[in-house]
């Protein structure tokens, strides 16, 4: 195979206010027709920056300043170049941007989709407009017949009615329907090369995995070759055929996709294939993160009020038949309020969750776990149902207590934020962060305040030292630390995480994984962990719940789940997971096309019925799923 | 839209009703009324007011009426577009104002239009080029502009030019044009004198209006969306003025609402500075003498051109943006 695209010890520096940053360090690799190459690494190792290059959209701010990116488009005579100039390879790195050449080739050659579907096109234009004007920018065609093209291509890309989706605007489609979109964009000129940075990154797994699906399809329909870059290996093993792996700006390991899986030599490499949680995990096995934290628990923390001495164990906290509707006003009339349609966030949900142990709720987004905490938080009130909170043998039902009753039992229940970044407040400095708990529940003096603090941090791993400094001197993964350190401070009976890992490195999430399970058993903590990565439930969690439009559809004990699912929604979404190995790649076909969330397209004895809904039915061992028929007409199907 | 339509001009309606009562009290809020001014002014001066003709006036004017009567009176009056009397001018109050609304509106929108034209290149350059010497010299010149008080620049202007030219360059027009009907030469004067004041009164909105502009666009600037208009190959210039420069307009079409009444109220102090025959001045004087009728009427006049201005604005948003436009049926 001939390459397409050859990357020579490229360099890219930034000049920034803190001085010259070398992002791209020498990365070399070669892109050959119709292959696909993944680009693995974690932020900060200049994979994006390789791309942006390729394609001539660095920031101002960057700046190439050696080796070369040669290119060559065999789909294409350019006619733009002159007779001298016509080589077989034009290096883009010393192709000035913005100029006509480089212009034919962007969007036209090579083009790129990114990871933010939400953000990467124009609200205010009709996404037809946006994919038709690439080709009216390269090729000479009327706008009519860039219509019908475009339209050709929305229908390619998995649009149901392409002729609407050609009016449509953005914020009336989905994250996966946007990302379709992009694509359709991307590919609508025939590219030689498809950059992909992140493109699943922000989707639910079962649209992730009909992009990944989409993205190989197009590839052998077009005829193209892909440079996915990513950092998720389960990605990287279902759609590569060659493996580079990045590390700080330089390229540490390279090769097929077999001997990168199977052989791994470099010692990144391999930390980092131990640092992802996988279903294959034995029981106890840790995982081995890249950099291990050394934390510590104090005795201000250790300390815990003892739990009465009982034979009855209720669980710690008990969700009953809870529902939230939300209400969206219509307009309708001059005068008279429109008919407000309803959308049922949380229906007659009901959990258990037993103390010390850990609760995974899993669903895509939009599935109302998040209405689901926040009821259980008692920040929102649900229509019907009860929370059952077991204080130290005293069960209190939360959604009946005033604000007034509350504030005490708020001390027993700490919350977890997905986005590390957003939940701390850049203007307090670390300590003001930790203390602002005990200040608010007006716990201790002074003394004891900074004691609290200073144990906090160890517990987390973090150098009391840094207490003066403010949020946007830690990494990611650190402000999570100081987010569950804030979580702990009132030494609560249980943690809501609400997906507490997705934002970060696999390498740091690992950390955060570790530290949450030690600090579990540790502290003897009851979590709630919310999120919807399967591995990351199956390492932290004892029982898993999965949550699909609102609904509980499957309850059980994590190795149940994992070994024998019931219902279509939790085999769709097990089957969705990429793994991190070539050897079992995903099975498409389990994916229902994309309608394994939508409860209209499950099979009997799932379906809702003339006789509504189906109910919990009881499996044995703790095992529930929401059917109509008993565990034995199920099997006998 | 029909509906929407005609749900905004019902509110519309309502909001001026509730305008009109506020007006009606804060101008009648000071103690005593235009008479009663009137009265202790020429008392003061020695003069003897005969009983009889102020109870004539009184009635006359329907000043003792009980004060709901005068402002139903007096807002019926404006709805059958009869603004009242100024009894400061012995003119109906539309003929004192519509004298001098003319050139107030002239005089503002082109105002308005300079200040259009100068800023939008100025921002979109300081947007695209920041931190270069042009945006930090036209950033200093806009804030310089931002800090000078208007008046004290028509000064500065006014005796410049007295001094090196010899000519005068207050008023809207040449001494000899006052009171003339129009013709192609006053016109012409007109013209001529205008660019003064509408380069004074505009400097300080053209600096509001680059660093507003400057700050939205370079928001704009970030967005990953035009990193997506540039991978597709478009030319910067195209690229923003379809993405970008479409999307930072929109805080200015919302503003349409303010610019109505601003354009006809004109800016009192330089017009006082400068002797430009605008409605600033008179709608002043109006509020000191308690001229209610004028003061009252032209403050209604104002606030039916913000509600107006407010809903062309809205109307305007609605079509640019339609995020606006189908808010009501989104669909997931």
Redo the contacts between chains.
């Keep these: 195979m001939t390459d397409l695209l050859i990357v020579r010890d490229l360099k890219v520096d930034f000049h920034t206010q803190a001085g010259v940053v070398n992002a791209v360090n020498g990365i070399s690799f070669r892109v050959p027709e119709g292959g696909t190459v993944a680009l693995v690494g974690e932020s900060g190792s200049g994979k994006s920056v390789t791309a942006q290059a390729i394609?001539g959209?660095l920031p101002r701010t960057a700046e190439i300043t050696g080796g070369e990116i040669l290119f060559h488009d065999p789909k294409r005579t350019r006619v733009v170049v002159p007779p001298e100039r016509r080589r077989a390879f034009t290096d883009l790195a010393n192709l000035p941007p913005?100029t006509r050449e480089f212009?034919?080739?962007?969007?036209?050659s090579i083009?790129?989709i990114?990871q933010?579907p939400m953000?990467?096109?124009?609200?205010?234009?009709?996404i037809g407009d946006q994919i038709r004007?690439?080709l009216l920018?390269?090729r000479e065609i009327s706008a009519s017949e860039a219509r019908d093209m475009t339209i050709e291509m929305l229908g390619m890309v998995g649009f149901p009615n392409p002729q609407r989706a050609f009016d449509a605007?953005t914020?009336?489609l989905?994250g996966g329907l946007r990302q379709r979109a992009?694509i359709a964009?991307a590919l609508v000129c025939r590219p030689s090369l498809l950059i992909a940075d992140e493109p699943s990154t922000a989707l639910d797994v079962t649209i992730q995995a009909q992009i990944l699906k989409l993205i190989k399809d197009l590839q052998a329909e077009l005829n193209m070759a892909v440079l996915i870059i990513t950092h998720d290996l389960g990605v990287v093993a279902n759609i590569a055929e060659e493996v580079v792996v990045a590390y700080n700006g330089s390229v540490v390991e390279s090769g097929t996709l077999d001997d990168i899986f199977s052989r791994a030599s470099h010692p990144y490499l391999k930390a980092l294939l131990r640092a992802v949680p996988h279903f294959n995990m034995k029981d106890g096995e840790r995982l081995v993160p890249i950099r291990e934290i050394e934390h510590q628990a104090g005795h201000l923390l250790s300390a815990k009020e003892p739990w009465p001495e009982t034979d009855m164990q209720p669980p710690l906290l008990e969700v009953r038949g809870v529902t939230k509707t939300f209400r969206m006003r219509?307009?309708?009339?001059?005068?008279k309020v429109g008919k407000s349609t309803s959308i049922k966030a949380v229906d007659d949900v009901s959990l258990k969750v037993r103390r010390g142990k850990c609760l995974g709720l899993v669903g895509e987004s939009?599935c109302g776990k998040t209405t689901l905490s926040k009821i259980i938080l008692s920040a929102m009130t649900p229509d019907a149902g009860e929370v059952l909170f077991d204080d130290r043998g005293d069960v209190v039902d939360l959604t009946r207590l005033d604000a007034a009753a509350m504030v005490p039992l708020r001390r027993k229940i700490q919350y977890v934020f997905q986005d590390p970044f957003g939940s701390l407040n850049p203007r307090m400095t670390v300590f003001e962060i930790l203390s602002e708990p005990l200040v608010i529940h007006n716990i201790g003096d002074d003394a004891y305040r900074r004691e609290m603090v200073t144990e906090l941090m160890r517990l987390v791993g973090l150098d009391p030292r840094f207490l003066n400094r403010y949020p946007h001197s830690f990494s990611g993964g650190q402000r999570q630390r100081i987010g569950i350190a804030r979580a702990l401070a009132l030494k609560p009976d249980l943690l809501i995480c609400d997906e507490p890992v997705s934002a970060l490195d696999v390498s740091v999430q690992a950390q955060i994984l570790n530290l949450l399970k030690d600090l579990q058993s540790e502290l003897g903590l009851t979590y709630l962990f919310i999120s919807h990565n399967l591995a990351v439930v199956d390492y932290v969690a004892d029982d898993i719940a999965v949550m699909c439009g609102g609904r509980i559809v499957e309850v059980a004990p994590r190795e149940v789940l994992f070994a024998e699912p019931v219902h279509p929604y939790t085999k769709a979404l097990l089957s969705a997971v990429p793994y991190p190995d070539p050897d079992r790649c995903l099975d498409f076909t389990a994916l229902m096309e994309g309608r394994a969330s939508d409860p209209d397209a499950w099979p009997h004895p799932f379906d809702v019925t003339a006789a509504g809904a189906p109910s919990l039915l009881d499996f044995g061992q703790g095992h529930m799923v929401r059917t109509h028929a008993t565990p034995q007409l199920v099997e006998n199907q | 839209m029909s509906n929407y339509f005609v749900r905004r001009l019902l509110t519309m309606m309502g909001t001026l009703l509730v305008i009109s009562v506020l007006v009606f009290v804060i101008v009648q809020l000071p103690p005593g009324d235009f008479l009663s001014n009137q009265i202790a002014e020429l008392q003061s001066q020695g003069e003897m007011v005969p009983t009889e003709k102020i109870e004539f006036l009184r009635k006359e004017y329907g000043l003792d009426k009980p004060v709901h009567e005068q402002y139903l009176r007096w807002v019926i009056g404006l709805v059958q577009g009869d603004m009242g009397y100024s009894f400061e001018h012995n003119l109906p109050a539309s003929e004192v104002i519509g004298d001098r609304l003319f050139m107030t509106i002239l005089l503002n929108f082109g105002t308005i239009l300079f200040i259009y034209m100068v800023a939008f290149p100025i921002g979109v350059y300081s947007a695209t080029h920041q931190y270069s010497w042009g945006d930090h010299g036209l950033t200093f010149l806009g804030f310089l502009g931002l800090a000078t008080p208007n008046f004290l620049l028509a000064l500065i202007l006014m005796y410049l030019s007295h001094r090196w030219f010899g000519t005068d360059i207050g008023r809207m027009m040449a001494e000899q044009y006052l009171d003339q009907p129009w013709s192609m030469d006053k016109a012409l004067s007109v013209l001529f004198h205008m660019w003064v004041p509408v380069f004074v009164i505009g400097t300080s909105g053209t600096a509001g209006m680059i660093r507003r502009l400057r700050a939205n666009l370079l928001d704009e600037l970030q967005k990953q969306y035009v990193v997506t208009g540039r991978a597709k190959g478009l030319p910067p210039g195209r690229l923003l003025v379809k993405y970008p420069l479409r999307m930072a307009i929109n805080p200015f079409v919302a503003d349409i609402g303010n610019l109505l009444p601003q354009v006809v109220s004109g800016s009192v102090i330089v017009s006082f500075v400068m002797g430009l025959p605008t409605t600033g001045p008179v709608f002043l004087d109006a509020l000191l003498s308690q001229d209610f009728y004028l003061a009252g009427s032209f403050l209604m006049f104002l606030a039916a051109l913000t509600v107006m201005g407010m809903f062309v604005s809205d109307l305007l948003l609605v079509a640019l943006d339609p995020r606006i436009r189908m808010g009501g049926r989104l669909r997931k």
Excluded: V
Excluded at chain 1, 103 to 108: F, K, M, Q, T, V
Excluded at chain 1, 119 to 126: A, I, V
């Design positions: 394609m959209i913005n212009r034919s080739i962007r969007g036209n083009s790129i990114f933010e953000t990467s096109l124009s609200p205010l234009h009709t004007e690439a920018l390269h605007y914020f009336e989905s992009m964009m219509r307009e309708t009339g001059i005068l939009g």
